[in-house]
């Protein structure tokens, strides 16, 4: 009996992929036996190990997941929804289990991973670091206290090759503090202002979005009242840390069974 867990990365050589196989290969426990591209990618058929610079590893990026059914047990996925949810149906189907940081899935997107997740073990998590997870806490904590007394805004800044907005870190936020505060934030999100807004209304929660440079990833949730105000704030500096939430997560995934599980069941903060 072993304790390895195989790895498959999809969307291997992108800002995450690259991470997560340097992230693999400075674990203990895991291999990455599989990675993946997008089918147009040049670097399909090349050696992933050698387009990353840890030095050739032996495994070949493949065009998609078709030949890999018996060479890993978790395949970890940072990609985009489309092709998220494209290898969520081929994990159903060969029942492997699925770690998923891809964000800016619609309603859709995720009742098909809710879905899928009485077939398959799926960790679903728009952020996987420790820090953030943390936060979350920390987040409800705050909006217990403060109740609706104060203004919330959720701030995030991210690099300029993001494509989703606001974060979804920023948007799981928001949930945390409305449901601590009996809202649906649905019901209450205000996406940027402009022009004539009329004064602030209290129950609402605001997001403002920043993409710049090659900021890895901030965000501030501010509860402000008239005296003082509290900001909960956390920057990512290195998408290292991502990474290594991603490798223990498929770690710990790896012991579960079928269900649908978050970063907090992996930190056991719940
Ligand atoms: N949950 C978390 O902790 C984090 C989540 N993310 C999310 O991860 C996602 C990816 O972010 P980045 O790595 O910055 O993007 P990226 O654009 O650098 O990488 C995505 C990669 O997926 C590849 N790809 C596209 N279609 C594919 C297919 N059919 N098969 C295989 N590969 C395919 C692309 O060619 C690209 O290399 C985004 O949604 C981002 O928001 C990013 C960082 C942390
Ligand atoms: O695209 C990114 O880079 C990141 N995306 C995640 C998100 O949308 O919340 C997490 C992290 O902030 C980096």
């Not at 670091?129 to 920390?138: A, D, P, R, Y």
């Not at 490798?247 to 907090?264: H, N, P, S, T």
């Amino acid at each position: 009996m072993t304790n390895l867990t195989r790895i498959a990365i999809v969307g291997a050589a992108g800002r995450m992929g690259r991470t997560l196989l340097e992230a693999c290969n400075a674990a203990e426990g895991v291999v990455v036996t599989v990675a993946t591209e997008h089918p147009h990618s040049p670097l399909v058929d090349t050696d992933i190990g050698a387009v990353v610079g840890i030095g050739a590893n032996g495994v070949l990026i493949a065009p998609s997941l078709e030949a890999a059914a018996n060479d890993f047990d978790v395949l970890i996925d940072f990609t985009r929804p489309e092709p998220s949810l494209e290898h969520l149906a081929w994990c159903v189907a060969h029942h492997k289990k699925m770690v998923i940081g891809t964000t800016g899935f619609d309603e859709a997107g995720k009742a098909a991973i809710r879905a899928a997740s009485e077939t398959i073990g799926i960790m679903f998590a728009p952020n996987m670091s420790i820090g953030v997870n943390l936060c979350f806490k920390l987040l409800e904590m705050a909006a217990q206290v403060l109740g609706d007394t104060v203004d919330i805004e959720i701030i995030e800044a991210h690099h300029r090759y993001k494509v989703d907005a606001p974060s979804g870190t920023a948007l799981r936020m928001g949930e945390v503090v409305a449901a601590a505060l009996g809202r649906d934030l649905k019901d209450c999100a205000v996406y940027g202002r402009q022009g004539v807004t009329d004064e602030r209304n209290r129950k609402t929660i605001g997001f403002e979005t920043i993409r710049a440079g090659d900021i890895v990833g901030d965000h501030t949730v501010m509860f402000a009242d008239i005296g003082e105000r509290i900001e909960i704030s956390h920057k990512a500096s290195s998408r290292m840390t991502f990474a290594k939430g991603a490798v223990r997560a498929a770690q710990w995934l790896q012991a579960q069974e079928v269900g649908l599980y978050d970063m907090q069941d992996v930190l056991g903060l719940k």
